[in-house]
């Protein structure tokens, strides 16, 4: 099946600074999340991309689908942005997500 | 409107005994999804309800484990016999059926029952 590569593992951030998160998957995909896990275990949506550029406040992501990766930046980090992110994609004709192990970011105060 | 929401939210339970994991999906939503999430495993899919279609069931991990929706809507996971691996956190998720019309059918998660076996 395919497989999705997250990178860095983890990362620890001054409040302010900015961070790249990655995400390789090693086939085309028809579907592409990323989700912000928060300290109580709920996935929230961030972005559906499985191609193009979009961006929502601080946050934007890019995928370039056919080099298989994408990428998600954070400007401006705050506290609240700690957690666990994860990117999931879809590929082929099942609609299962398979997810990355996710990256642990800590944003310090 | 309301997201997708589970119950119960944590549920203890002693090994060998059955458990039901319940999930409401966000309405109209006609895709519906189980993953579970372990430290050991990470996030994994279990079973997708596509409509009216057969169920996929290739991510289940034994015949011990179940699950069914009625009426296109509300989904039991069940359980029997539980393990001690048994214990992660289930998650639920639902979306518009893949291929209809030209909206995204991004996948929108519960919080999760938290399962220990003990």
């Known amino acids: 099946g395919i497989q999705v590569e997250q990178s860095p593992p983890d990362l620890i951030l001054q409040e302010g600074a900015n961070s790249t998160l990655r995400c390789n998957f090693s086939d085309s995909v028809n579907n592409l999340q990323w989700f912000h896990q928060n300290p109580w275990g709920q996935l929230i949506n961030l972005f559906y991309i499985p191609s193009g550029t979009k961006q929502n406040g601080r946050l934007s992501a890019t995928t370039v689908a056919t080099e298989r990766y994408s990428l998600l930046y954070i400007s401006s980090s705050q506290t609240t942005d700690s957690g666990v992110y994860f990117c999931a994609v879809e590929a082929g004709a099942n609609s299962k997500l398979t997810f990355g192990k996710g990256i642990t970011l800590s944003v310090r105060p | 409107g309301a997201g997708v929401s589970q119950s119960p939210s944590n549920k203890v339970t002693e090994k060998g005994k059955d458990v039901e994991l319940r999930c409401d999906p966000i309405?109209?939503?006609?895709?519906l999804y189980w993953y579970r999430q372990s430290l050991g495993q990470g996030l994994e899919f279990l079973i997708y309800f596509q409509g009216n279609s057969a169920p996929d069931k290739s991510g289940l991990p034994s015949d011990r484990f179940s699950a069914e929706r009625t009426g296109g809507s509300v989904s039991t996971l069940t359980i029997q016999r539980t393990q001690q691996e048994d214990s992660a956190v289930y998650l639920c998720?639902?979306?518009?059926?893949?291929?209809?019309?030209?909206?995204?059918?991004?996948?929108?998660f519960g919080p999760g029952t938290r399962l220990t076996v003990t």
């Open positions: 309405s109209g939503h006609t895709a």
């Open positions: 998720a639902s979306s518009l059926l893949p291929g209809q019309g030209l909206l995204p059918y991004e996948q929108y």
